[in-house]
T-cell receptor
Framework: NAGVTQTPKFQVLKTGQSMTLQCAQD?????MYWYRQDPGMGLRLIYY???????DKGEVPNGYNVSRLNKREFSLRLESAAPSQTSVYFC?????????????FGDGTRLSIL | AQSVAQPEDQVNVAEGNPLTVKCTYS??????LFWYVQYPNRGLQFLLK??????LVKGSYGFEAEFNKSQTSFHLKKPSALVSDSALYFC???????????FGRGTQLTVWP
């Protein structure tokens, strides 16, 4: 039972490069989320998808775009990477929005922008 | 507006002693509260939740949490700490908008032998 799988695990980019972070879940969850984790700041929501076909901005969406490819997959794209986007990125999912069930997290993508 | 505060960046405790990691929250409506643990280079793992009912919630690995509505607190506790409990702990509250979680800044727990 894989849960939430994120690829890649590590990545180093140069300023201005683009890349896509991949996330897939095998729990048949409807809702998926992208967070970033920075030291001393907890986790901050970048984008979320309440259900297949919908996406919405979180509290720190600038510089990012997302795609809910299908029910399983939710990708995060950096169009022109900046050093301020150096962070650890986590994808999470839960069965549905407003669920009482916990969110399940992947192991993260550690991204460095030089 | 929803928010969570973890007033201690670090908590240090000796193995075998009880531990407490503090969390206070602000939320409109009924609070849905969660504790997660993060080990190095791993994602967040769910420990326990409070939705409704008993104020003392039991979770994984011997952890429990006490919900106090009047003090708007949800402190994580364990009667006897283990070295393997050393990790980063996050408290979170579920917002009313599409189930997003609001996280505290995290508390680094260190249990020394």
């Amino acid at each position: 039972n894989a849960g939430v799988t994120q690829t890649p695990k590590f990545q180093v980019l140069k300023t201005g490069q683009s890349m896509t972070l991949q996330c897939a879940q095998d729990m048949n969850h409807n809702s998926m989320y992208w967070y970033r984790q920075d030291p001393g700041m907890g986790l901050r929501l970048i984008y979320y998808s309440a259900s297949e076909g919908t996406t919405d901005k979180g509290e720190v969406p600038n510089g990012y775009n997302v795609s809910r490819l299908n029910k399983r997959e939710f990708s995060l794209r950096l169009e022109s990477a900046a050093p301020s986007q150096t962070s650890v990125y986590f994808c999470a999912s839960t069965d549905r929005y407003l669920s009482n069930q916990p969110q399940h997290f992947g192991d993260g993508t550690r991204l460095s922008i030089l | 507006a929803q928010s969570v505060a973890q007033p201690e960046d670090q908590v240090n405790v000796a193995e075998g002693n009880p531990l407490t990691v503090k969390c206070t929250y602000s939320v409109s409506g009924n609070p849905y509260l969660f504790w997660y643990v993060q080990y190095p280079n791993r994602g967040l793992q769910f420990l326990l939740k409070y939705i409704t009912g008993d104020n003392l919630v039991k979770g994984s690995y011997g952890f429990e949490a006490e919900f106090n509505k009047s003090q708007t607190s949800f402190h994580l506790k364990k009667p006897s700490a283990l070295v393997s409990d050393s990790a980063l702990y996050f408290c979170a509250v579920r917002g009313s908008t599409l189930g997003r979680l609001y996280f505290g800044r995290g508390t680094q727990l260190t249990v020394w032998p």
